[in-house]
Nanobody, 124 residues
């Protein structure tokens, strides 16, 4: 059974840092972090593939870093210099090799497997 379990969310003041983790029950070639703010659509934050390619949304470039520990099948998102607009539920998503269309690594609809989400709240 495929499972993705996120952890590490919480409340922090603007300028602070959080580190999210996503433990997967099996190996995935593509994994990513997505977020959804109240009243907004889910958006891609960062993605990682086992070919070594990472992608970031413009809004988080330079502040967030995605990484993966393949031995643990665990994806991470280090979030620094957090802003109130980073507030939302953060979801981990995953796909097997060949499931994503080229260039769509930050597109939520491309992913079949999702975690339950973890809340991140940044106060000003």
């Amino acid at each position: 059974q495929v499972q993705l379990v996120e952890s590490g969310g919480g409340s922090v003041q603007a300028g602070g840092s959080l580190r999210l983790s996503c433990a997967a029950s099996t190996y995935f070639y593509n994994m990513g972090w997505f977020r959804q703010a109240p009243g907004k659509e889910r958006e891609g934050v960062a993605s990682f593939d086992n070919g070594g390619t990472t992608r970031y949304a413009d809004s988080v470039t330079g502040r967030f870093t995605i990484s993966k520990d393949n031995a643990k099948n665990t994806l991470y998102l280090q979030m620094n210099s957090l802003k109130p607009e980073d507030t939302g539920i953060y979801y981990c998503a995953a796909a097997f090799w060949g499931e994503l269309r080229s260039g769509r690594q930050l597109t939520p609809k491309e992913y079949k497997y999702w975690g339950q989400g973890t809340q991140v709240t940044v106060s000003s």
